[in-house]
């Protein structure tokens, strides 16, 4: 079973989520803690979500939510170009769907109105993977 934690409830510091960055399949200085919270001073409250399978990271969504004039949106982080699921091993189709699922309940409790993932370009996927944007 997949658990779903929101990174203020979770247990992982800046440099544990940068660390997984660094040796994730598809991670980039843009989805660092370092460089996204340099956008603090924005108008969005960070909601990144860490995905955990058997008490190990298995995903992490750097996320934000953002008042707009329709609702909240809950937007691939609103401090970086692009965003997505941030994996270190190609996640399975019914791991990727799963996730998505929490994500959409996660948005729901929020009482967002929307959800926007803006995906990274295919060159940064050492392993290359359609799951997310099929689902």
């Known amino acids: 079973m997949i658990k779903c934690l929101t990174l203020r409830d979770s247990k992982l510091s800046d440099k544990e989520w940068d660390r997984y960055i660094d040796s994730a399949d598809n991670g980039t200085i843009l989805q660092k803690r370092?460089?996204?919270?340099?956008?603090?001073e924005?108008?969005?409250?960070?909601?990144?979500?860490?995905f955990e399978k058997k008490e190990r990271i298995l995903a992490l969504f750097p996320a934000t939510l953002i008042d707009s004039e329709e609702g909240l949106i809950l937007s691939s982080h609103a401090g970086a170009s692009w965003g997505g699921l941030v994996y270190q091993e190609p996640l399975k189709y019914s791991e990727t769907a799963s996730i998505c699922k929490q994500i959409i309940d996660y948005a729901g409790q929020m009482s967002c109105r929307r959800i926007e993932i803006t995906l990274p370009p295919k060159i940064y996927q050492k392993t290359p993977s359609e799951y997310l944007s099929f689902i």
């Open 34 to 40: 370092s460089f996204l919270n340099y956008h603090r």
């Open 42 to 50: 924005r108008k969005f409250e960070d909601a990144s979500l860490i």
